[in-house]
C-alpha cells in the first residue's frame, strides 16, 4: 500500500490545464525529500517527466511543471494533448519505511 | 544513449527463486545505483532496491528477507534473485538507472522495457 496519495483519475479536454496532486506525510515528502514525476504511456516502462520538484529533462516539453509544498507535490500539464493519455506516477523517499516509494498513480484522460 | 534490457525466466512456480539480469549498453555502469522495481498488472510501481557498482545493497524492508542483488562489473550486468515467490510476485519487473544520493535524493533517469514473470504451477 502506497504511503503517496494520488487521485485515481483526471481528465480534460485538448489545450486545457490539468493537474494532479501527491499527498504525503511527514516522513517523505514534509520531510522535505525530493519528489519526481514518471509518465507511463500504455504498455510501456515508465519514463521520467520532472526531477528534483520542479526540474525537466532534456527533450520534455515545458507544457509539465511540478511543484512541492508541506506535505504535497502537484503535477500541472497546460495546453493538453491526446499524446498526454497516459498513467503518471509521483515518487519519493520515506524515512519510516527507509526506502523509494511511488505515488496511486494517475490517469489522465484526453477527452 | 544508455540503454537497460531485463533478461530471465518468464515462469516461476510458486516457492522458487525468481532470477533476472540486467544488461547495460551504451554506458558503464560503473559509478551509478541500479535499482529493481515491479509493476503487477493494472496496479501501482513498487521499489525492490538496488545495488552500487561495489556491491553495497539497500532494500525494500518488506522484501528485504527474500531478496539478493548482485553486480558484475565486467559484463555490465546486474542481477536480482527473490526467493519463495507467490502469485502475489507476478508483475512486470523493470531495471532502472539511479541518479542522485540515495536515501532521500534519487530518482530513475533510465529504464528498461520490462520483463513479466509469472508465477504459477
Known amino acids: 500500500q502506497s504511503v503517496l496519495t494520488q487521485p485515481p483519475s483526471v481528465s480534460g479536454a485538448p489545450g486545457q490545464r490539468v493537474t494532479i496532486s501527491c499527498t504525503g506525510s511527514?516522513?517523505?515528502?514534509?520531510?522535505?525529500?525530493?519528489v519526481h514525476w514518471y509518465q507511463q504511456l500504455p504498455g510501456t516502462a515508465p519514463k521520467l517527466l520532472i526531477y528534483g520538484n520542479s526540474n525537466r529533462p532534456s527533450g520534455v516539453p515545458d507544457r509539465f511543471s511540478g511543484s512541492k509544498s508541506g506535505t504535497s507535490a502537484s503535477l500541472a500539464i497546460t495546453g493538453l494533448q491526446a499524446e498526454d493519455e497516459a498513467d503518471y506516477y509521483c515518487q519519493s523517499y520515506d524515512s519510516s519505511l527507509s526506502g523509494e516509494v511511488f505515488g496511486t498513480g494517475t490517469k489522465v484522460t484526453v477527452l | 544513449q544508455v540503454q537497460l534490457q531485463e533478461s530471465g525466466p518468464g515462469l516461476v512456480k510458486p516457492s522458487e527463486t525468481l532470477s533476472l539480469t540486467c544488461t547495460v549498453s551504451?554506458?558503464?555502469?560503473?559509478?551509478?545505483?541500479w535499482s529493481w522495481i515491479r509493476q503487477p498488472a493494472g496496479k501501482g510501481l513498487e521499489w525492490i532496491g538496488r545495488?552500487?557498482?561495489?556491491?553495497?545493497?539497500n532494500y525494500n524492508p518488506s522484501l528485504k528477507s527474500r531478496v539478493t542483488m548482485s553486480v558484475d562489473t565486467s559484463k555490465n550486468q546486474f542481477s536480482l534473485k527473490l526467493s519463495s515467490v507467490t502469485a502475489a510476485d507476478t508483475a512486470v519487473y523493470y531495471c532502472a538507472r539511479d541518479v542522485g544520493l540515495p536515501l532521500g535524493w534519487v530518482y530513475f533517469d533510465y529504464w528498461g522495457q520490462g520483463t513479466l514473470v509469472t508465477v504459477s504451477s
Open positions: 511527514s516522513s517523505n515528502i514534509g520531510a522535505g525529500y525530493d
Open positions: 551504451g554506458g558503464s555502469i560503473s559509478s551509478y545505483y
Open positions: 545495488i552500487y557498482t561495489s556491491g553495497s545493497t
